[in-house]
């Protein structure tokens, strides 16, 4: 049983609401510390959640909610960039199928789920530092207030402040050499089935899928060899970036076609795609990480948002049944930190797949072998977690 009542939650984005209804769940009560001024609605392209994410937000009750904002795409067919199919994947039977939504639809529904059930967020306030004792942990806030409570809990994304508070010498964010665009392309000329997920690899990679209204959504890379932030990415007009993509993609099917559909204003320029290497320190005494200020994969594992849910829920399984926040963190690692890695490393290596050339491409695996050990993980909330698990 906890000696754990009380949390800060700092961060409002995905894994923060979460843990606060799960922290709510298993008896700790929480508030949530944002930095922005209010809830960021419409911020963010898309992304998806997969069935062990839908699975974890059930827990919370949550997955009602997400599903009534995204789309059903329980299929993955994997092609060669020359038109010629590899692979197709139905998913696993019994799993609910995989979600795509636009970030912001996602945080929308649980942002309101997570207020509907009485969780707190405080706006405007940017954690600055945390002094932590025997008996509690204080936060400060960039506007000079405070607040206490027995833990302090980082969900305060890729750019955490909680992890260089636990550790100054944590590793930040990685560059993966390119940056990533979304689009709305007509579709004209594209055979895309409703309901199918399409990766095709080749020369360069583009994924695909088509919308309920017709269109179809994409998303694609820009080798660029300088690091540029979101902001100097939105700088350079839409044309221009289309201009580039339309000259990596020349001769991709169907990214050529693809690209040819889409208008500049239908262009997403989402940014330097960015990946989390291993932090050494995932807690201190009375702080811990949850989310991508812990464990954020490459966005080609699209399992940012779910590995973030899941987490969330560990950790207040472990809050709840562990005595001390030491015994409930250090339990909360080694239940997380072998899945998040291995998710991690396989994405690094879907990554390599799709940059390299046919003949020094390494050899993927199937669809089935590369979900199972993904989509197939459950969590048991009812289950007590001991310390030596
Ligand atoms: C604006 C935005 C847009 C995104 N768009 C996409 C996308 O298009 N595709 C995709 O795959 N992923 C996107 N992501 C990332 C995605 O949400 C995460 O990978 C995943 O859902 C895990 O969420 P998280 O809650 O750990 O981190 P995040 O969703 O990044 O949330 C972290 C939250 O912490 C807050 N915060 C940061 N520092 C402090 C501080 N010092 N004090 C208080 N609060 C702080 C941030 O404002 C943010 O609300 C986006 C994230 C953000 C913040």
Request: aromatic letters at 6%; glycine letters at 10%; one cysteine or more.
């Amino acid at each position: 049983m906890s000696t754990v009542k009380t949390a800060l939650v700092i961060g409002g984005g995905i894994a923060g609401p979460v843990t606060a209804m799960a922290l709510a769940k298993a008896g700790i009560e929480a508030t949530i510390y944002e930095s922005h001024p209010a809830a960021a609605d419409g911020v963010g392209a898309w992304l998806s959640l997969a069935p062990n994410g839908l699975e974890a937000l059930k827990i919370v009750e949550a997955d009602k909610a997400v599903e009534a904002v995204s789309q059903a795409v329980p299929g993955v067919v994997m092609a060669d960039g020359d038109g010629n199919t590899l692979s197709v994947f139905r998913g696993f039977p019994g799993l609910p199928a995989s979600r795509a939504m636009p970030r912001a639809a996602l945080f929308t529904a649980i942002a309101e789920h997570a207020a509907a059930r009485g969780v707190r967020v405080e706006y405007g306030k940017r954690l600055v530092t945390a002094v932590e004792n025997a008996d509690g942990v204080t936060a400060t806030f960039a506007d000079g207030t405070t607040a206490t409570a027995d833990v302090l809990i980082g969900a305060d994304g890729i750019r955490s402040t909680v992890r260089t508070l636990i550790d100054a010498g944590a590793p930040g964010p990685e560059y993966g050499g390119v940056l990533s665009f979304g689009g709305y392309s007509s579709g004209a000329g594209v055979t895309a089935e409703p309901g199918e997920m399409y990766f095709a690899f080749g020369r360069t990679f583009m994924g695909y899928w088509r919308l309920p209204d017709g269109r179809v959504c994409w998303f694609a890379s820009l080798p660029s060899a300088a690091p540029l932030t979101s902001a100097e990415v939105a700088a350079v007009p839409a044309a221009d970036w289309l201009a580039r993509l339309r000259e990596l993609y020349a001769g991709h099917v169907p990214g050529e076609r693809l690209l040819a559909g889409t208008a500049p204003e239908d262009l997403m320029a989402v940014g330097p795609m960015e990946r989390m290497p291993s932090v050494p320190r995932w807690h201190s005494q009375r702080m811990v990480l949850v989310g991508d200020s812990a464990h954020a994969p490459s966005s080609s594992s699209g399992q940012g948002a779910s590995q973030a849910v899941e987490s969330a829920v560990e950790l207040a399984r472990c809050l709840r049944d562990l005595p001390t926040p030491a015994a409930a963190f250090a339990a909360y690692e080694r239940l997380r930190r072998p899945r998040v890695e291995m998710i991690g490393g396989n994405a690094v290596a879907t990554n390599k797949a799709k940059a390299g050339r046919s003949g020094d491409r390494p050899a993927m695996p199937t669809p089935e072998q590369m979900f199972a050990p993904v989509h197939l993980h459950r969590i048991d909330w009812d289950e007590t977690v001991t310390s030596a698990e």
